[in-house]
Every structure is written in C-alpha cells, then in structure tokens.
C-alpha cells in the first residue's frame, strides 16, 4: 500500500499558466524536479527572445511544439518561486501575482528579466513593489536595489538607490565577492560609488575643520576656551575623533548630530 503514495509523492505538481501550453518548464535546485510549469512558447516568445530562440532553434528540424505533447525543458538552475512568478506576470495571470514583494524576491526575479531580457514586461510591476524599499536603500541587506532597480530599468529609483549608498558607510559589494546580481552592474560603478562615498566623508571633516581653523591662528585665553569647548561638543555628540566617526556613521547621522 505504501509504493503509490511513495510514487505520488515522486511526481512533480504542475502549474497551469495557459491550459493550450507546448512547453513543460521543469524547476528544482540541486538538479532535482520539483514541480513543472506549463506555459504558451507563443507567449514567451513573444516577451523575450532569450525564450523566442529556446523555443526555435532548441529542437531538430520537424519536431514542432504542441499542445497534445508539451515538450519537457528543464531550468533547473533557474530559482523556481522566481521562474514562477514571471511566467505568470508574461502569461497575464494577474489574479496570482502578489500586491507586494521582498528585495530577495524581487533581486532573484530581477536576475532571471536580466537572463531572458524581458525587463520591460516585468517593469510596470516593480513600480508597484519597489517603492516600499527604495528608502532602506542605505540599510544592511538592501544594497541589492543597486542591481535591482539597474536591470528592470528604473531611473528614478536607481537614482536615489545610488545617492543613498553613496553617503553611507560600506554597503557596496566588493568586486570578488559571492553577491548574485554584481556582474549585471555596469563596470566601474561599485569603483565609483566608493570613491564618491570617500569624497562625502573627507568633505565632512574638511567642514569641521574649517569651523575650527580660524580660532587655532589666535593665541587668547578666550579663543582657546571655544576651542575646547567645540572639541567637548564633538566628543560629546560621538562626533570626535573624525578617523573614527568617518569609518563608521553615515553622512546623514553625521550631519544630524552636528
């Protein structure tokens, strides 16, 4: 009794995007089936051309695709949920696609619009989803918007991602780094980036500096009371030593402490 529910349990669901479908997407990780998608090669042509020539030249000459007998493609090293959800956004099954969406959602299917460079279909979408994470841009575990808002062709957004890691501190992937995502950036972007981050922070301490360089020339007791007294307050407020303060506050933190 125990070998049917075992061979049930084996057999990968499937998931209707176009009950016409020719094509079976096969989706697991670690070159395992877990479940399949049966989609429209018209429709997915039609969205992509990474797709459009999957579907012309992935098959010998006669072999036509068909309803009767949908041809099985395994994408196994795509991310499901993610395959998913773009099948359905390319298939306009509207009624199934989230209202909102996480930045690892939304950074695994920006990755698969960069593969099958279909962007454009998926971008009315992320102006519903990014709008809820564009203002953490400069938190830990967000600096994925750079690469997100990049490829799903989102100025506007990129633009204020990109401003926002500029006057934090780290944030930015490191050119060797296992960050998925990173080699879809344009060249040189990370490098720039950093390089305007450093220019923010040394313009910084050149302004509290400045304030104080004009009292150092003058040798009063009542000079030297203000330059102590200006010292007090920067270590007060966490804003002394600057090497210190520099490496590790943002330029907003900065700014509103001052």
């Not at 000459?61 to 099985?72: F, I, T, Y």
């Not at 359905?88 to 930045?103: C, E, G, N, Q, S």
């Given at each position: ?125 992320s102006m519903l989803w990014l ?27 990129f633009s204020r991602v990109t ?96």
């Amino acid at each position: 009794m125990a070998a049917p529910a075992a061979q049930e349990e084996s057999t990968p669901s499937t998931t209707v995007m176009d009950k016409n479908g020719d094509v079976l997407f096969e989706l697991g990780k670690d070159g395992n089936t877990k479940s399949r998608l049966l989609v429209s090669s018209k429709v997915l042509s039609l969205a992509s051309p990474v797709f459009a020539a999957m579907f012309t030249h992935g098959f010998r000459e006669g072999e036509n695709l068909s309803a009767s007998s949908p041809r099985l493609i395994p994408l196994l090293g795509d991310d499901p949920a993610a395959l998913t959800l773009l099948c359905k956004i390319l298939h306009f099954r509207t009624a199934d696609i989230p209202m909102t969406l996480d930045v690892t959602a939304l950074a695994n299917l920006a990755i698969l619009c960069d593969k099958y460079d279909c962007a454009g279909c998926v971008k009315p979408w992320s102006m519903l989803w990014l709008p809820e994470w564009v203002p953490h841009a400069d938190e830990d575990g967000f600096e994925r918007l750079l690469f997100i808002t990049y490829v799903l062709d989102l100025p506007d957004a990129f633009s204020r991602v990109t401003l926002a890691l500029s006057k934090t501190v780290g944030g930015l992937p490191k050119a060797d780094a296992d960050c998925a995502g990173y080699d879809i950036l344009p060249q040189g972007l990370i490098d720039q980036l950093r390089e305007k981050q450093r220019e923010l922070r040394l313009g910084v301490c050149r302004a509290i500096e400045t304030t104080i360089s004009a009292w150092l020339q003058i040798a009063c007791c009542d000079h030297r009371s203000v330059v102590g007294n200006y010292f007090q307050s920067l270590y007060s407020v966490g804003l002394w030593p600057l090497s210190d303060v520099t490496s590790r506050l943002k330029v907003a933190d900065i700014q509103a402490r001052i």
